[in-house]
């Protein structure tokens, strides 16, 4: 759960005196503009190597020819979105995706003293994956959302150099060294935004599709005085996520409880839960939509 990886940080923070060096100025964040109404917009949360059901499930509402004005995305969620972005036919960057390993995306510092991953192979492989190499290149747009480590806000990303963007918003605490933008330390977007449906809101999206795949609170009981701390930090997260799903019109919660952060092994099926997922929920989608009266003609009934 991402919330152990705060706590490991948290935990290790009392053992190193060493501070992160200044980036000088902070430099202005282009603004997001839509150039059209926002009518659907599909929001995706983190979830590692369970992004791959994003994939899956962004496969099936094009089959259904629903087909989002925007897309917000955070960690894996970005990648997804960017993916989906960049060429909405995603089935030769899927076949691309499977046979991944973790070992393609993690390249270890050897001096992990801000995170043991530096993240150079994460954004060398969205490089090679993307066509676009920009956000304004894309064919759908996209905000990308990371945290700033020291203001702990959420920040969205929309403009500019696309790869980079990504690597920022998957930069995981503890593990992932934090990512300098615009003259600030980023890290993962889900630390101050795990489901960024408030962020899809602002720009007046009339239905909101939000995919969850975090875990549930685990069922075992905390045995001791660190068990007890983890807990409490599982609880906030948690109750976090579930505030901002309420804010989505369909609300599409994966439970992929024994799924690993960076589990390769199960590829394809969360792919394939992805497009299940949205099969179970495609009713209540177009119903939505129908409400608003803004029917996408490509719509199958």
Not at 15 to 24: F, P, R
Not at 58 to 63: A, K
Not at 165 to 192: N, T
Not at 208 to 215: G, K, N, P, Q, R
């Amino acid at each position: 759960m991402y919330c152990i990886w705060i706590f490991f940080v948290l935990f290790l923070s009392g053992c190193s005196s060493l501070k992160m060096s200044s980036l000088g100025d902070l430099v202005a964040i282009p603004p997001f503009e839509p150039k059209e109404p926002v009518n659907v917009a599909l929001v995706l949360g983190g979830g590692g190597a369970k992004g791959l059901a994003h994939l899956g499930a962004i496969r099936e509402l094009e089959l259904a020819g629903i087909r989002p004005d925007l897309i917000v995305g955070c960690s894996a969620g970005a990648i997804a979105g960017a993916l989906y972005a960049d060429q909405p036919y995603l089935e030769d960057r899927v076949e691309m995706l499977l046979p991944l390993r973790k070992a393609d995306i993690l390249d270890y510092a050897i001096n992990p003293i801000f995170g043991i991953v530096h993240g150079d192979l994460l954004q060398n492989l969205m490089k090679n994956l993307l066509r676009a190499k920009t956000f304004e290149e894309l064919q759908i747009p996209l905000i990308v959302v990371v945290t700033d480590l020291i203001s702990g806000e959420a920040i969205e990303l929309s403009k500019g150099d696309l790869s980079s963007a990504i690597r920022a918003s998957c930069s995981v605490p503890g593990i992932f060294k934090p990512f300098s933008l615009y003259g600030r330390y980023c890290i993962d977007g889900g630390a101050a935004c795990p489901i960024p449906v408030s962020i899809a809101k602002k720009y007046g999206a009339k239905v909101v599709i939000a995919i969850d795949l975090s875990e549930q609170l685990p069922k075992k009981h905390p045995r001791h005085l660190l068990g007890v701390t983890k807990r409490s930090l599982e609880i906030g997260y948690r109750k976090f996520i579930e505030q901002s799903l309420s804010q989505a019109d369909v609300a599409i919660r994966m439970n992929f409880d024994e799924v690993g952060l960076f589990n390769d092994s199960l590829n394809e099926w969360l792919y394939e839960q992805g497009r299940a997922a949205i099969r179970d929920k495609l009713d209540e989608i177009r119903s939505k939509i129908e409400k608003i009266q803004c029917i996408l003609p490509s719509i199958k009934k």
